[in-house]
């Protein structure tokens, strides 16, 4: 199917505003230190929205890791509905 879109090859980050290739390693990183510069302003500075229409696995590890890994219980996943 030819829809047009083009799909991603390799990570991409953000310089100076400009998004430029990356190593994996590198990519990890930024995320990893990103997460943990929004963990040490405290609880309310992460929250997390995860898919009802995903598995019942899914939705318990993105609970675990906003609990366990960022401390926070804003998660919500929409099952409600």
């Not at 829809?3 to 990183?29: F, K, Q, Y």
């Not at 609880?43 to 609970?63: D, H, L, Y």
């Not at 906003?66 to 401390?71: F, H, S, W």
Request: aromatic share 8%; with cysteine; glycine share 8%.
């Amino acid at each position: 199917m030819d829809d047009g879109s083009v799909r991603l090859t390799e990570p991409l980050v953000r310089d100076a505003g400009r998004l430029r290739p990356a190593s994996w390693d590198e990519a990890l990183a930024r995320a990893a230190d990103g997460f943990a510069k929004v963990k040490t302003a405290g609880p309310n500075a992460f929250g997390m929205f995860s898919c009802s229409k995903t598995t019942n696995e899914m939705n318990f590890m993105a609970q675990k890791f906003a609990r366990v890994v960022m401390g926070s219980n804003n998660i919500d996943s929409c099952n409600r509905t």
